[in-house]
Structure formats: C-alpha cells, structure tokens
C-alpha cells in the first residue's frame, strides 16, 4: 500500500520535473519586442490579425514539438545536429543567421529596458548602462539562477491583460468572427505587421533554447509523452496571453483612434483594470521580460555557437579557457546597449523593426529543422509525420511568400 | 605539380577527380575505411557525378599539387575496379567529418573540423584528426586570408592536429562490435577522466562507451559521476549486469544509488548479489542521509587485539589488497567489540614478537554510526586523521568512514543548501 503511493508520487514528481522548459521557453518569448508587437498590431489593426495568431499558435505547437522530439531522440542540441549533418559552410550560415536575430531581440530587449524604466521618468542613459553591467556582472558570477525567478515573477504582470481584456467588454461575436476569417489586405504596413508578429512568435532563438533546455533534462523517450504535452500547453498559452493582449489593445486603443507610439500607449490597455496605476504595472511587467530576455538570449546565442563549432563554452569558465564563449557573450550585450544609447532613436521602432527581422529569418532556421526531423538517420522511427511535415512546411511556405510580396510590394507600389 | 603523400581530406573534398587520360569522372565526394588494421585504410572513394554514385577502390588513387593547394585528383588505372559498399560501411564524410571524438591524451571531447590522411606503404591511411579553429578555416575556405590576417596582428594558426592513436571516435556509425575490440582506447583512461567524458557526451554515447567497459571498469566509473548520470545509465542496463555493477561499487555508494531507485528494481538487485554483500549495502541503506553510517565502507583490514606481529603480517600478506584500502589496521576483541586502530607503518616496523595492543601508538578514537557527519569531519580534522573506525551502540566496529568520502558528502550537501 505504502508502495503503491509512494510510486503515485514518484510519478506525479516526475511529471512536474519535465513540465517546464515548453512553458518558460514561450513565456519567455513574450518579451518586450513581444509586448510592443502584439500591442501595436491590436491598436492598428484592431482584430483584424487574430486569425493569423490562431493559425501560428498550431504552427509553433508543431514547431516546438520537433525540437523536443530531437532533443529526447538524439540527446543532442540543434546546433549540434546542424553540423553533424550540414558540415561548416551550412552551420557557419546558421550560426550568421541565428546571431543576426539573436542580436536584434537583445537590442529590443534593451529597448524594453530603456521605455519601461522611462514611464517612471529614468532616462535611457542611466538605466540601459547599468542594467546590462549588472546583467553581465550575474550571469558571469554565477548568481543569475538565484535572481532569474524573480525577473519571472515580474512577468506574470502579463496576465493582467487577460482581466483587461475581458473589463474592457470587447464584441466578442467581432472577436470571434475576426478569428476565424482571414484577412490579408495587400499593404506594405500590415504584412510587415503580420511578419512581426510571427517573428516574435516563432523566434529562431527558441527552438535553440528550448531543444537544449529538454536535453538537459536526460529524459527517457518513454517519458516522452509528458514533454509533449508540456510543449503544446506552453505555446496555447503563451500565445494566449498574446491573444488577450491584442484583444485588449483592440478594445481600448484601436476603438480610440490611438496608435502605440511609446511605451506609455501599451500602457493604457492595461487601464481598465488598473486605472492610474496601469503605468506601474506595465513599467514593472515589461521591465522584467526585458531583463530576463537581456539575460537568457545572449547567453544562449554563446551557447549554441560554441556547441556548433566546438569551442569550449560554461559561465564558470575563465575567460582563458572559454574566450570565444565569453567573447560573444559579452560582444552581444555591449553592442546591443550601445545601439539603444544613439540620441533621438524611436525605441519602438527598434522594439518592432527587430522583431520583423526576426520573422523573416525564422524559415531559415525551420529549414534546416524540417530536414533534420525528417532524417532517418538520426530520428529512426521518430520522423515527422505526414501531418507534421504539412504544416511545418505550409508555415516556412506562408512566411517566405509574406517576404516576397512585401520586397516585391515595395518594389513596384 | 608534386605528388602529395600526405594532405587534409577537405582539400580534395567535391573536387574533380580524373581517370588515366585525364578526363573528369566526376567529384570526389567521400572515402570509405577499412577498420581491419591497426590504422584504419582507405578503401574505396566515392565518385559523385550528377545523381550517379560509384564507388571504386582506392588502389591507384594519386593526388598531386602545384603548391598553390591546388590539388589534381587522379585514378592512375586503365580498369576502374568497381567496389560493393553496404550502407554500414564506415564513411569518413558522412560518419567521421563534423561528428565528435574523444582525444585520450586530451582528455577531452572534441569536434571534428578536418582529417589528414596520408600514404603510408602504398595505401592511403587516416593519420590525424584536425580539431582547430583553422580546420574551420579551411572548411570556409578562408585559410590564407586569415593567415595573413591573423599575422598583421601578430598571431599565428597553428593546426591542431590529434594523432590517430589518441582518437577514439564516437559516431553512431561505429557499431558496438568496434568499440568493443579494436577501437576501446577509453579503458586506457583513468576512470574520473573516462566518467567526465560520459558525461558531456549525448545520450545514445554515453549508453555505448558505458555498456562497452568492463564490470570492474564501469564500477568505477559509475563511483565516479554525478548521482542524476548514476541513475539514468544504471536504468539503461539490464538487472542482471546492473547487480554486478554495484556489487563491486563500495557498499556505501551503492547503496546510495539504490536508494534513488524505485524499490521494487533495488530489491531485484539486491536479490541477485552475494548475501554477504547485499547485507552490507542493506545494513548502509538504513542510516539516515548525513550520518557517518551512511557513508562507512566495509573495506578495512581488522584484527584481534592480542595477535602478535609478525602473525599479523604473514596474514596481510594472504589478504586479497583493494584500492580503498587505507593504512590503518583495526583492532578488536573476540566480540568484535573495538580496542582501537593503529598505523600500518607502525605494525610492521614494531617487533614481530610483541602483540598488536602492546603497541604504543594505539589510538582510540571513533564515532558512532548514528553521529552527524559534521562531527566526523571535526574529530579527522583535529586528530589530522585519514579515516574514522565507526561504532553501533554496543561499541561493535561496523565499518570504517574515510576523509574523503565526508569531503565529498559535506561539500554535495553545501551544494545543494546554496
């Protein structure tokens, strides 16, 4: 009897053990760039992208899915499957293309730091510099793991959206219909949107930290089955927390006539449930996803670069021991914070721009996914299925023509 | 145009390869080995042209350059001897290039950014593996560039280069069977350096290199890693090796590890062993987690008190010595209540005549079972003592705790507190 219970819990324990990396690695995805795309598309467009969000979410439930299934299969990380299978030329271009995007979420997420500590009257010059020594400083001593929960904890400021949403008292029939009717008007301004939007949902950085995060984890195929749920509950809800964003930013801002213009626009969504005090929880809220991003991305880009070319890389190295490792790490968090620092820079250009980058570079990564899951060389049995190839490939399809009418839209428009 | 007899594989990988009048065949796209000898020989190459593969023995293979790395591939034969490879067969491009290697002198896990072959008696043979930043180079095919401008900053690109008898490849292609005979250069290692390895190794590598070590090996390896390694390779092996295992592991550890486990799997193995083993890792896996008890091992040399010498020393030289050994002798009395311990150095430099407990240099101190760890470490560091004899209640001698073993436990502990 004692038994039989112990071995409940056992399970229960280990259950809770591998739910995790699915739900941080999306939640962590609602970055500042996040916040500020999904807000301005809802104050712009009001509903009218709500399909696409519907759409994506199955999209990087799938997506995320193929990381965790490689990384419980091979056991090894993506950058390491991309050299193993794609030799230097084609891992240097993915390791080009990873830090590229990589570069230019950590500049939004210093964009993020800059605008929230500006709504309590901080300026950039101050807060942007002592942030990213401070960032710099945790990570490398070691302490970060200790501070990281609470950088999460400001996250969960997030979810006040989802009551915001709902005391805004938005036309739900509208809300509905929006989503399941899709609209794509031919303008040079909305596909941009709609690439950002993607860009930040489909993040390249992700399926590198993710795939590493459930490695990490050493689990057994046979508890496969737990991680896939962890997977396909972390996108349905962090892309549900995007949802409510643009549905509150649509009910308040878009019926208004306001277009997101700073950080202090975003904020105003949030007014319903928070009146006067929407700027302190929308300062702290993005201030928080900001810091956890500025943190988590560099270190990973460092990771996945040194893991590609099997430079020796850990945060308690000597820079001796590790100096490609450290050097990108530390490269990429001056740089972005200087980029933040240039005088009369609109920090949310930088915040949506960067994330419209992203988009387009996200099919890239999927390529290079997509070939590998489907090798049965390394996957064995564990090969997409029909159903998985269809919409992985459909995604890659729908973002690449997005770019191509956009480059040809701006061509010839 | 000079021959070559020694070169980088990337040099002449996707390039033309021509027959004996000189006309394009098609690209050299892979080698395949023979792993029969020592080092392992190309025997056939790949020929890619179009979509068509062939694949033809290496035999008259010659390459030449004209200094510039410009490279002339040539199969100097009238008659292309065409070879049947099996998917199985052991490709360098395919299964070696860009995978990963252990390099036993190293003592490192590293990436494979190129390979040197070289013609050895006629036959070409892999020489050396290209681990550096300038085997990427190469790959990029931006070597010299950077060569000149690693030299206006005053820096230098050496290759660094792992010769074949210090590789050990870990491809997925490298069946078992290989890494069984021939290839198993990791036994060599010392088992903290091999449990390293394991470690930083995926999955399906660290299951292969562990299952390939013997018993006595894998035991020690096994003492050596990290608990969460412990539990996940000791799940991959059947009961029967896995019982084995830990039979030679020191009681102590395994019984740590077999408190981790679900306890229908550690009752199965714990079945299997020799009773006189399974009760000792029994008795250790009763003691609470940061008492001495937990972490004595049985491993000590004990005698009745009053033996004389020179009895004590014929018997020493009968006993059946094991590493953990340490340099302390145990004294008891008929009940196996404890006298006390004493130097070995003092037993056998002492008169054979005299008996063990008219020694001067008896020491009596001890800690009980049920004692916490902390106190074990105050009294060895106190007394500058190597090893603690451990006492139940009834001042019986149940085992013996060692320095190291409450090191490795205070530190874990501390770790796992911060």
Known sequence: MKNAANKKFRNLFLIMSIIGPGLITVNAGNDAGGIATYASIGAKYGYKMLWGLVLITFSLAIIQEMNARMAVVTGKGLSDLIREKFGVKWTFFAMFILFIANFGVVVADFAGVASSMELFGVSKYISVPIVAVGVWLLVIKGSYAKVEKVFLAFTFVFFGYIISAFMAKPDWGEVFTSMATPTLPLETGFILAFIGMIGTTITPYMQFYLQSSIVDKKMNIKDYKYEKLDVYLGAFWGNAVSFFIIVSTAATLYKSGIIVESASDAAMALKPLAGQYAFILFGGGLFGASVLAAAIIPLSTSYAICEAFGWESGVDSSYKEAPAFLGIYTFIIALSSIVVLIPRLSLMGILIATQQIAGMLSPIILIFMIILVNDKRIMGTYVNTKIQNIISITTVVFIVSLSVILVLSSLFL | ?418
């Not at chain 2, 490879?85 to 860009?98: E, G, K, M, T």
């Open chain 2, 1 to 418: 145009m000079k021959k070559s007899n020694s070169l980088f594989f990337s040099k002449i990988l996707y390039k033309n390869i021509s027959d004996v009048t000189g006309s394009i065949i098609g690209k050299l796209s892979d080698l395949i080995l023979d792993f029969s000898s020592t080092i392992p020989m190309v025997k056939a190459i790949e020929i890619k042209n179009g979509k068509r593969k062939l694949y033809v023995s290496s035999d008259n293979l010659e390459i030449h350059h004209d200094g510039n790395s410009n490279y002339l591939i040539k199969l100097n034969t009238k008659t292309l001897s065409v070879m049947a490879i099996s998917y199985d067969d052991f490709f360098v491009a395919r299964d070696f290039l860009d995978k990963q290697i252990v390099d036993i002198n190293g003592k490192k896990v590293e990436r494979v950014n190129d390979v040197m072959i070289g013609l050895i008696r006629g036959d070409w043979k892999i020489v050396a593996v290209d681990i550096g930043l300038r085997g990427i180079l190469r790959r990029l095919g931006i070597e010299y560039p950077a060569i000149l401008f690693a030299g206006t900053i005053k820096k230098e690109f050496r290759n660094k280069l792992v010769y074949w008898e210090n590789v050990q490849p870990l491809s997925e292609r490298i069946s078992s069977l290989q890494l069984f005979t021939s290839m198993n250069r990791l036994t060599t290692m010392h088992a903290a350096d091999i449990a390293d390895i394991i470690e930083e190794l995926d999955k399906q590598n660290q299951i292969k290199i562990f299952h390939s070590l013997d018993n006595e090996k894998a035991a020690q390896v096994l003492e050596e890693m990290e608990e969460d390694f412990q539990l996940s390779l000791l799940e991959t092996l059947p009961d029967e090796k896995a019982s084995n295992i830990l039979e030679i592991m020191p009681a102590d550890e395994a019984a740590d590890i077999l408190e981790e486990i679900t306890n229908e799997r550690a009752e199965r193995l714990l079945v299997q062993m020799e009773s006189e083993n399974s009760t000792d890792i029994r008795e250790l896996m009763e003691y609470d987690e940061k008492t001495a008890g937990s972490l004595m091992t049985k491993d000590y040399i004990s005698f009745v008190a009053n033996m004389r010498i020179g009895m004590v020393l014929e018997e020493l030289k009968k006993l059946d010595i094991k590493e953990s050994f340490s340099q302390y002798i145990y004294l008891t009395n008929e009940k196996d209540i404890f006298v006390g311990f004493v130097n070995l150095l003092d037993v056998v430099v002492a008169d054979p005549n005299l008996k063990l407990n008219e020694l001067a240099s008896i020491s009596k101190i001890s800690v009980y079972d049920e004692n916490k760890i902390d106190k074990a470490m105050d009294l060895s560091r106190k007394y500058n003592l190597l090893e603690l004899p451990v006492l139940d209640e009834n001042q019986e001698l149940v085992g013996v705790v060692s320095l190291n073993d409450l090191l490795e436990e205070y530190i874990r502990l501390r770790r796992s507190v911060a």
